[in-house]
């Protein structure tokens, strides 16, 4: 039984339950991108344990090295999974199934818990292992020294697993007792995370040069902790720090899964049924049809926080970009004025590439589900449902995306002519973006997902809009350098957001048509 649910949970991550298969070749080119963003964040990680692991090695502190390596995984680990991990446990649309079959509760919960540890050691994997090759090239490993990597790195995920897991429950629990505010402490916690992950990687070449010039005060003090000590010794081969590593790593997941196979059932349950409100008896209020449909759409976006965070990243960043070009005026004005084009330019490009991360309509008809056929039964034109999709990107994205280009245009002193042409190309790779993400959203649909953030993450639509939108920008980039040649920059900025309207009016026509139909025969 293990093994059945195990399988039907990687079915279900590679999107493998649709009546209609995916072909060898679109499952190898997914397979090329999702290898590609790891190796991109490997070869981070690899720069990063490059820069300190001879200063480490030269002080005697090769043992320290590993242990904020060890560090560094657990924490990626954790920020990675503990969203993911409250989204399977408890907010699997399939509790309630599973719990009905004679399957025991422990059996669900252990298949599920299988399946995070190897999340977790995929998220581990990618600290873990560019900092076995960067010293295995510098300072290179003895025999016992490469077993006792492949152990650790089988090892640190329990650990990881029982922390992400532990602060999974913390979180189901505190959300469950919030009731309607539940979506609001959700997207709290994740603004808290997000924030604390751009902190750090602003800071991270401040962070580096005091580790290294502060190694050895580091190093005294986490002989004081021991578990950390002991941790580092381990992962160079001695077999007494091993042993202590792997009780400190199984222990704690051992106690974890202990304890929330006493308390599964209850918060599994209690998770379907918290969401349930009685209704409020009143007259009826009477809309028009594209407006009863845009606020279906704004509903579903403000009743799901993994929703609005992945698909408002780029609100989000337009927002940082432009708070940055007022704080740090001087310092972003050195860096304008180094740039081939004018801050205008370069305000209109930025801010386009983060518009192309936006992404309101890419896993809008994937977040439909197993419902999808709620819509469908009512007398709707289906162009109709499609066209709310469409006007709940436009309306979200386009207001931030002009206003953050004109404060960042403001902030370098750009103005007049220029101010203005450079308002076009944002505004126009957002209607850009919109139209591609619902047309790849309605040739690589997802609508069996077991949660929510399967759909919002993990859909082939999702990773086609950023990766089509991000490519057409950079496109941009270059068409705008041999257009520079021959027009006025105005002129050209204007240009390039009519090439973006023309790529896109051929995608609106076939939405309102073919893929009117289309989304009738889901």
């Known amino acids: 039984m293990l093994a059945t649910l195990l399988r039907l949970r990687f079915r279900s991550l590679l999107g493998g339950t649709r009546r209609r298969k995916r072909t060898t070749g679109f499952v190898a080119f997914m397979g090329i991108v999702y290898l590609y963003l790891f190796f991109c964040i490997g070869m981070l990680f690899y720069l990063l344990f490059s820069s300190i692991c001879e200063p480490f090695a030269a002080l005697g502190l090769s043992w320290f090295y590993f242990t904020l390596a060890a560090l560094f995984g657990l924490v990626f680990s954790l920020v990675g999974t503990v969203f993911f991990a409250q989204a399977q446990l408890y907010n699997a649309k399939d509790n309630e199934l599973l719990l009905s079959l004679p399957i025991p509760p422990g059996t669900i919960l252990l298949s599920r818990m299988v399946f995070l540890w190897l999340m977790d050691f995929a998220m581990n994997l990618l600290v873990l292992l560019p900092a076995a090759l960067a010293y295995a090239w510098q300072i290179g490993f003895t025999a016992t020294g490469y077993a006792a990597q492949v152990l650790l790195a089988l090892l640190l995920p329990c650990l990881s697993l029982a922390l992400s897991t532990l602060a999974a ?109 009685r209704g409020k008896v009143g007259p009826a209020k009477v809309s028009s049809l594209p407006r009863a449909l845009f606020f279906r759409e704004l509903r579903r976006l403000g009743s799901s926080a993994p929703y609005m965070m992945n698909a408002g990243t780029g609100i989000l960043m337009m927002a940082l970009l432009t708070g940055a070009a007022w704080l740090q005026r001087d310092s972003l004005g050195v860096f304008f004025a180094a740039l081939p084009v004018s801050p205008a330019a370069a305000a209109s490009l930025a801010m386009a590439f983060l518009a192309s991360m936006t992404l309101f309509t890419a896993p809008s008809i994937s977040l439909e589900g197993k419902t999808l056929w709620c819509i469908q039964s009512l007398p709707v034109d289906p162009a109709a449902v499609l066209a709310a999709k469409l006007r709940l990107h436009i309306l979200l994205g386009l207001p931030p995306a002009v206003l953050c280009t004109a404060l960042t245009c403001a902030a370098m002193g750009a103005g007049g002519l220029s101010c203005l042409a450079a308002l076009a190309l944002p505004a126009a790779v957002t209607w850009f973006t919109a139209d591609v993400g619902l047309t790849m959203n309605l040739l690589f649909p997802r609508l069996d997902w077991i949660n929510e953030t399967a759909a919002v993450k993990q ?64």
């Open 169 to 277: 429950w913390g979180v189901s629990a505190l959300t469950r007792r919030l009731g309607r505010f539940k979506t609001l402490m959700t997207m709290v916690l994740s603004l808290c995370f997000l924030a604390l992950y751009f902190y750090g990687y602003s800071q991270m070449q401040t962070l580096l040069m005091l580790l290294i010039a502060n190694a050895e005060a580091l190093a005294q003090a986490a002989v004081g902790t021991m578990l950390l000590y002991h941790l580092g010794l381990a992962a160079l081969g001695n077999l007494p720090s091993l042993l202590l590593t792997a009780a400190l790593c199984l222990v704690p997941m051992a106690l974890v899964y202990w304890l929330l196979a006493r308390t599964f059932l209850s918060f599994a349950l209690a998770s379907q049924a918290g969401g349930r409100r």
């Open 459 to 522: 859909g082939a639509s999702i990773i086609l809009t950023m990766l089509i939108s991000m490519m057409a920008v950079v496109g941009a980039l270059f068409l705008g350098m041999l257009l520079l040649r021959f027009l006025p920059e105005a002129a050209a900025l204007v240009v390039l957001a009519l090439v973006f309207c023309l790529v896109t009016l051929p995608l609106r026509i076939w939405l309102k048509t073919r893929g009117a139909q289309r989304f009738a025969a889901l």
